[in-house]
């Protein structure tokens, strides 16, 4: 029973989001895929990012149907400072033991990731799911010589290029333009009432 973590500030969740989850759900048969809203990434500290409450009512609002995917508020019930090798590692305690995990990057994700706190333990808890797309520019041969033993923990998965980002559909949402078949109608509807990004 593999399972697949999706970490994401997912501000807002988006229709890209779904189908590379989707993907990877079929490319590496998982049972299910938990999408992990972030509470305080590290990387984006310098941001204004939506109220976490809300973020979590956006990804649920987005997954609802799916049988495959749920939500998991393990980086958000758990103190900081708020690393991925941690998340991990309490995702990994809440399964039997030996249960395949995969951790799901995008190739900018992967080419940055000697920078992350402690990658190498990373890689000791989970596969690396890395969805690769073209023009992420990664040098994954560099990369092994950083961290020793990453290629056979790769597993790469061919995604479909999708050109929808957070940040265009926030500024899409401030400018009053539409960001239909961009986001499901759900987290739209919810956009709208609560008033976010204006």
Known sequence: MAVGIFGGTFDPPHLGHLVLAETCADALALAHVLWTPAADPPHKRDLAITLAAQRVAMVEAAIAGNPRFALSRVDLERP???????MVR????????????????????LRDLPTW???????ECCWLAVMRRP?????????????PGLAARLR?????????SGSEIRRRVRDGQSIRY?????VAAYIAREGLYK
């Not at 900081?80 to 941690?86: A, C, E, M, Q």
């Not at 706190?117 to 890689?123: C, K, Q």
């Not at 790469?156 to 929808?164: F, K, Q, S, T």
């Not at 961009?182 to 759900?186: F, G, K, L, T």
Request: no cysteine; hydrophobic share 40%; net charge negative.
């Open 80 to 86: 900081g400072p708020h690393y991925s090798v941690d």
């Open 90 to 109: 309490i995702v990994a305690a809440q399964y039997p033991p030996g249960t395949p995990l995969y951790f799901l990057i995008g190739g900018d994700s």
């Open 117 to 123: 706190h402690e990658p190498a333990r990373l890689l």
């Open 135 to 147: 023009g992420d520019n990664v040098d994954t041969g560099a990369l092994e010589d950083q961290l």
């Open 156 to 164: 790469v998965i061919d995604a479909p290029l999708i050109e929808i």
């Open 182 to 186: 961009r986001v499901p109608d759900r």
